[in-house]
């Protein structure tokens, strides 16, 4: 099993910054995938970032040129540097990262327990 800590988040006024981390713990053999998430109220969790070993990484539009993800692979953690944060980026944020387990054959597939981000006008 694997366990995703995220920390990081809060309240921000509009053009601030903040920094989310997620940390992944347990069972890993290998990762494959980390991304960030988001979910706004009454809308569906759409995807913010990605990135996949051997660095590639992908952005939704909107966040392009604003936000930044980044990994340590010696910590089995994640990053997401937002900056020009607006009001409309405030959400729960989620970690999911994916890979394979180290004490059993098959890829695990986990999610944090979510951060919010609010960002005031």
């Known amino acids: 099993q694997v366990h995703l800590v995220e920390s990081g988040g809060g309240l921000v006024q509009a053009g601030g910054s903040l920094r989310l981390s997620c940390a992944a713990s347990?069972?890993?053999?290998?990762?494959?995938?980390m991304g960030w998430y988001r979910q706004a109220p009454g809308g569906q969790r759409e995807l913010v970032a990605v990135t996949i070993s051997g660095g590639s990484t992908t952005y939704a539009d909107s966040v392009k040129g604003r936000f930044s993800i980044s990994r340590d692979n010696a910590k089995n953690t994640v990053y997401l540097q937002m900056n020009s944060l607006k009001p409309e980026d405030t959400a729960v944020y989620y970690c999911n990262v994916g890979g394979f387990q180290a004490t059993r054959p098959g890829p695990f597939d986990s999610w944090g327990q979510g951060t919010q981000v609010t960002v005031s006008s």
């Open positions: 347990g069972s890993i053999g290998s990762i494959n995938v």
